[in-house]
């Protein structure tokens, strides 16, 4: 098991129409896609370490990607998967 020595002050889940997720690493501060409860298990890590590697990189490098594949290196084909998800809220139910 990988430990990651991150400071996570606040997680938040909330709807969103275009992202699974986000990270403030200056206040430690992570979003989630309430959607991402729907998804499987293995899809919700490959999110949650993918914005926890921006408290290292605030971006989308070659190193941000260098640390997915160190801590999760079969995060491509999760990633794929995971596109291929729905992420917007669902409408209220009729009736
Ligand atoms: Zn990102």
């Known amino acids: 098991m990988v ?3 991150v ?3 606040h997680v938040t889940l909330q709807e969103m129409t275009s992202r699974w997720g986000s990270c403030r690493a200056a206040t430690g501060r992570l979003t989630f896609n309430t959607r991402l409860g729907m ?3 293995r899809l919700i890590e490959e999110t949650v370490v993918h914005e926890l590697c921006h408290f290292f990189h605030q971006n989308h490098s070659a190193a941000f990607y260098a640390q997915m594949t160190r801590w999760l290196p079969d995060w491509k084909a ?3 998967q995971r596109d291929k998800a729905d992420m917007r809220p669902r409408p209220p139910m009729a009736g």
Request: hydrophobic share 35%; no cysteine.
């Open 39 to 41: 998804l499987e298990e």
């Open 7 to 9: 400071r996570v002050s």
């Open 78 to 80: 999760r990633k794929a």
């Open 3 to 5: 430990r990651m020595d």
